[in-house]
């Protein structure tokens, strides 16, 4: 049990390694990734929930990192979009133009590779509801579900 002032050393597999955190208590995963293990890929959005930008993969489900105490990820899997090399998702949203500032981008990147792990047959609209967990302030919806939309028709990660 913790207290909410004692800081105590946990293990957290990241990106497929084990990595040492010294988390408060209170600290939620999106922090603890972000300020001591310096993975900045997830962004801090709405840190309430609504925006996605925070989103990261946890045991292969899109999970928003900004809702989850760092505690509570021991014993987990998590992808962060740093944890991406070089994958046809990637290179779809650059040929489709499917980021303006960017912010949203890898919050839209770990949900839509969610989506074709798990689902790798989703037709058009299941896409749709998948990335509704995603907000982009740039409105770039158009572009973002094009991108999806053909890494999913080629069948490919
Ligand atoms: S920052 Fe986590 S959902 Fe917006
Ligand atoms: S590209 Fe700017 S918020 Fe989505």
Known sequence: MFSYTTRQSLILRVNQDALTVTPRP???LLYTLRQELGLTGAKPGCENG???ACTVIFDNLPLKSCLMLTAEA???EITTVEGFHHTALQDA???HWAFQCGYCTSGFL????ALLTRHPDADRQTMVEWLRSNLC???GYQEIGDAVWSVLQAGQT
Do not use: E, K, P, Q
């Open 26 to 28: 209170s600290d939620t």
């Open 50 to 52: 609504d925006c996605g």
């Open 110 to 113: 770990t949900t839509a590779h």
């Open 93 to 95: 949203f650059m040929d």
């Open 74 to 76: 021991v014993g987990h």
């Open 137 to 139: 302030r740039c409105t």
